[in-house]
């Protein structure tokens, strides 16, 4: 551990290993945009004839949520009841997201279906040199989604269900992409309403969004966004930079996702904790907010403390490193076993 004072993580396991046997179902309100996750996987052994670029033989494909759907996995699987708000088009792709989460068991009925709009898919293509690389990369992403903004109906629809929601909540998690489910004045009532409720408000914004995010209990970043930004306020160091926003939006904490390097917790005390990541084997890294977000309402939620929070999320992220796939989402048998592995691994140390 590293920061401004002590802290036990073994302790903080311990309680966490006690949370997870003790979830009982509590409320989370949970919008936020959605997307498709698509994944071609296949081998690039030659480079087209017409450009230097690979031609990637596909042999296999799959797709899942991602998202605040990829949350709202997460939260069902640690048992907890999640009021979902989002919105996905009349498509394809929105039929699978809809399908995918009704087989959970996750209700759908807050989920708004746009007419004549595209839903947001990622597709990703990765590759491996056959024979010669077990190991597959990401060779591209193409990204498809609405050209057009969501209807301003269907926003405030979605406001006023999750506002409604809130007084039944143990949390609440906004996930922003920009994409028109949630405005700035909307998420601002709604942290609103979530202080006066004494609710932990999780919120996930893009960089271009902090307006979203105003007052909220803990905000998620990933490292290369928090450098990007101390470049822009010309501040000497990532520390700075952090207390600096914790000020500018009056958050009372700052959850940095540095991936292999760990997670930072800045806390508006100006106190700051972090926590190396222990993963041994990391293969990717996407989900890693999605994972962070879950774990922090769960904790926040059954009113754990901020580090103890933060502990919860490392731990996470940390499954979502060492995952097979991408398409994988925090679900509690796989975040309890690396609990135990983590307790078992610190006592090691000790000896």
């Avoid at 551990?1 to 006690?18: P, V, Y």
């Avoid at 230097?52 to 939260?75: N, T």
């Avoid at 520390?239 to 700052?254: D, G, M």
Wanted: aromatic letters at 6%; hydrophobic letters at 40%; charged letters at 25%.
């Amino acid at each position: 551990m590293e920061g401004d004072e002590e802290f036990d993580r073994a302790n903080s396991l311990s309680k966490l290993k006690n949370l997870l046997q003790q979830i009982d179902g509590s409320k989370v309100t949970l919008i936020g945009d959605t997307m498709l996750d698509r994944y071609h996987h296949g081998f690039a052994n030659n480079l087209t004839s017409t450009a230097p670029v690979p031609v990637v033989k596909i042999i296999r494909s799959e797709e899942s949520p991602g998202a605040s759907a990829h949350i709202a996995l997460g939260l069902n699987s640690l048992g907890m009841n999640v009021e979902f708000y989002c919105s996905v088009g009349d498509d394809d792709e929105g039929k699978t997201i809809l399908n995918f989460l009704s087989e959970k068991n996750i209700n759908t009925d807050n989920i708004s279906i746009a007419k004549d709009r595209k839903t947001l898919t990622k597709i990703r293509f990765y590759g491996s040199r056959e024979s010669l690389l077990d190991r597959s990369q990401m060779l591209l992403q193409a990204d498809r989604g609405p050209q057009e903004k969501l209807s301003e109906e269907i926003s405030i629809r979605l406001f006023k269900g999750a506002n409604k929601s809130l007084k039944e909540s143990c949390a609440l998690v906004i996930s922003d992409y920009d994409k028109g489910v949630i405005t700035a004045d909307e998420a601002q009532k709604l942290i609103n309403r979530s202080i006066k409720l004494d609710i932990p408000v999780i919120v996930d914004p893009k960089l271009t969004g902090l307006e979203k995010s105003i007052g909220a209990t803990v905000v998620l970043f990933e490292i290369r966004g928090l450098e990007l930004l101390r470049r822009r306020m010309m501040v000497n160091s990532s520390k700075e930079a952090a207390f600096n926003l914790i000020n500018q939006y009056n958050w009372k904490s700052l959850l940095v996702l540095g991936g292999i390097n760990g997670v930072t917790l800045y806390e508006n005390t100006q106190d700051y904790l972090h926590i190396p990541c222990m993963s041994t084997s990391p293969e990717q890294q996407i989900g890693l907010h999605d994972a962070a977000a879950t774990a922090l309402a769960a904790a926040l939620g059954h009113g754990m403390g901020m580090r103890d929070s933060a502990t919860l999320a490392a731990a996470a992220c940390e499954c979502v490193l060492s995952a097979q796939s991408s398409m994988e989402f925090v679900d509690l048998e796989t975040l309890g076993l690396w609990l135990d592995e983590l307790s078992w691994k610190m006592q090691i140390s000790e000896r």
